[in-house]
């Protein structure tokens, strides 16, 4: 006895809403020819860190896509669009298991160094420096040459 056959059963991609097509920058511009020299155009073309979206994202065909891509290159080659663009990210928080951020710790180290950067010269006047003795400064040279040395270093420390 021969039962009734199923109907096949539907494939999830079959039940899935019909996506819309994306439309291309270049149809919807009318545009008959990627030029390289068009920059900001080529630039709908690429990503955050500079590389070229592909057809899927872009809603190109493949003759767009390729003409696209060839213009980029070029692009690139001429230094108009860049090879690849550095993003950079903040920190968040604290992941090295309670040591602190390297800022606060730079920021300890610094304060002694900061604090003669931003001096001004009349403020510097008022800061007190060790006297030290011309003696010290002088060093062990030939006979003929420390009596010259001592004598510059006198009208240094005069002056």
């Known amino acids: ?13 079959d039940m899935r809403k019909p996506r819309k097509k994306k439309v291309s920058p270049i149809v919807k511009d009318k545009i008959e020819y990627v030029d390289y020299k068009d920059v900001n155009l080529l630039r709908a073309f690429i990503s955050d860190r500079a590389k070229i979206r592909g057809q899927r994202v872009s809603g190109n065909n493949r003759y767009q896509q390729r003409q696209v891509a060839k213009a980029i290159k070029l692009a690139r080659e001429l230094a108009l669009i860049p090879y690849h663009q550095r993003v950079v990210t903040q920190r968040k928080g604290d992941r090295r298991r309670g040591r602190p951020d390297r800022d606060d710790s730079r920021s300890d180290n610094m304060r002694d160094d900061s604090r003669s950067e931003n001096m001004s010269d009349e403020d510097m006047d008022d800061v007190v420096m060790p006297e030290t003795p ?3 400064f002088v060093e062990m040279a030939s006979d003929e040459t420390s009596e010259i040395v001592e004598e510059t270093m006198e009208e240094v420390v005069n002056e």
Not at 1 to 13: Q, V, W, Y
């Open 1 to 13: 006895m021969a039962g009734k056959k199923k109907p096949p059963r539907m494939s999830a991609k």
């Open 134 to 136: 011309a003696e010290d």
